[in-house]
DNA sequence: GAGTTTGAAACT
DNA sequence: CAGTTTCAAACTC
């Protein structure tokens, strides 16, 4: 590690001022006793949807130890103490920092001997201090630029140690070894033997996500991916894995990227924001989330080319189309806004929820044609992100498999209910 | 896979 | 603001 102290520089992303230059503008942290970094934890979207790099993990104890030790940036070893609580071990929790961490400057981070560690001090009112381990101490190749590539943002280590997160929104997917995962469970004390292939950066793919949760690489051939041509730029995401040419929306190209995204919010301060964003219920555009009309001729809006068919939304006043055929009663409603960033759907609505009610009630029988192609469908659909969220919430599978059977008995009820044309139940739904 | 169509974004 | 051009994705064959 170089003489430099650490510093946080932070690029200019679309949540801050996009009017500002394209100077960047350094903030310096200088922890004395120790880290002064509070992270709030917070829900991640399910629109969260690309690719990230996982890391291995430390023992627990000893990589919180080391991320303390070397984030002191007066040289002083932090040392925990016996009744320091060590938050327990949740190898896949999602942890985001946001740019309010930055600009307050309540973050820190570590970087010697080419590892990199993330450690919170979470304040309390007792004298006990709760620790928070974001990263684990992970190795990284101090010979290139090393980036940690999560959900499209990055915290990127330059050699100097500086760390610059380009986003806003940062989040990290920690994978837990699982040669690691017996000794923790023993323990979390044990030493782990610092065998470089257990600790360096490794990427995972995301073919395990719904599809609906998967980026679509772009294939760009002249915008270099820095005009909203670019879907990956268009979403405030670097391209990762894609066929594009003559790339620039990568880290390598980070000055050129941000003079990018402060041009076109120049043009257009609503760029990087979902355009067709509605909740299921209203067309009210929210703050800071407008909605946007298309301005189809050909397609009907029945086709891709539609970014309201696209975004499972119909068209509204707000659109100029022309023989649009995406009315509120061609979409289906199990459909509205529901697969697409910026989605309606809470944790306690379910594309379900949405379900109308038909027909007249009867009293004990329903239709025939209850479980038709789009019921079954949206009945799987929420058996799915079902199974998706207890995923990325680290619930256990027996608790999994319960879940998804509670899921499924509300969803009968809901169905059933819906047949009969009474009224929904309170849905009661939560997978916190 | 190549060529065409489409509509959003960019440009004038 | 309107018209035109550029662009990348969707679509067709």
Do not use: W
């Not at 006793?33 to 917070?42: G, N, S, Y």
């Not at 130890?65 to 040392?79: E, K």
């Not at 190209?253 to 609503?270: D, F, G, M, Q, V």
Request: glycine share 4%; charged share 15%.
């Amino acid at each position: 590690m170089s003489g430099n102290p650490p510093s946080i520089v932070l690029l200019p992303t679309s949540s801050s001022s996009p009017t500002s230059n394209t100077s960047v503008p350094t903030i310096s942290t200088h922890p004395t006793v120790r880290p002064p970094l509070i992270l709030h934890q917070q829900t991640i979207q399910s629109n969260v949807s690309t690719p990230y790099k996982s890391v291995v993990v430390k023992p627990y104890r000893e990589s919180i130890q080391q991320a303390l030790t070397t984030a002191s940036g007066d040289g002083q070893p932090i040392v925990l103490k016996s009744n320091d609580y060590l938050e327990s071990h949740q190898p896949n929790k999602r942890l985001a920092l946001d740019s309010s961490d930055i600009n307050n400057s309540n973050i820190t981070f570590s970087s010697t001997s080419n590892t990199l560690s993330l450690a919170t001090v979470i304040p309390q009112s007792s004298p006990h201090s709760t620790l928070r381990l974001v990263t684990p101490s992970t190795i990284i190749n101090s010979n290139e630029i090393s980036t940690i590539q999560t959900s499209g943002q990055q915290i990127l280590l330059q050699q100097r140690g500086n760390l610059v997160i380009t986003q806003p929104i940062v989040t990290l997917q920690v994978q837990p070894d699982p040669n690691l995962a017996q000794k923790e469970n023993h323990t979390n004390a044990i030493l782990f033997p610092t065998d470089p292939s257990h600790t360096n950066i490794r990427i995972s793919t995301t073919e395990h996500l719904p599809v609906q949760y998967q980026r679509k690489p772009c294939n760009c051939t002249k915008s270099m991916c820095l005009k909203l041509y670019c879907d990956c730029f268009a979403n405030g995401l670097n391209c990762q894995n894609c066929a594009c040419l003559n790339c620039h929306n990568d880290a390598r190209h980070e000055e050129e990227r941000t003079k990018a995204i402060n041009a076109t919010l120049e043009r257009n301060p609503n760029a990087f924001k979902s355009k067709m964003y509605k909740f299921a219920n209203t067309t009210t555009a929210q703050p800071d989330r407008p909605l946007k009309g298309c301005n189809c001729k050909k397609s009907s809006c029945h086709k891709r080319y539609c970014e309201c068919y696209e975004s499972r939304v119909p068209c509204t006043n707000l659109c100029k189309c022309i023989g649009c055929k995406n009315t509120e009663q061609s979409v289906h409603p199990l459909n509205i806004g529901f697969y697409r960033s910026g989605q309606p759907k809470t944790t306690t609505q379910t594309p379900l929820d949405q379900i109308p009610r038909t027909g007249p009630p009867t009293e004990t029988s329903i239709p025939n044609n209850v479980f038709n192609m789009e019921v079954t469908e949206a009945l799987a659909t929420c058996l799915l992100v079902t199974g998706q969220q207890c995923e990325m919430n680290l619930t256990s599978d027996l608790d999994t498999q319960q879940t998804i059977l509670k899921e499924f008995q509300r969803c009968m009820h809901q169905i059933v209910r819906s047949a009969l044309g009474r009224p929904p139940l309170p849905s009661t739904a939560s997978f916190d």
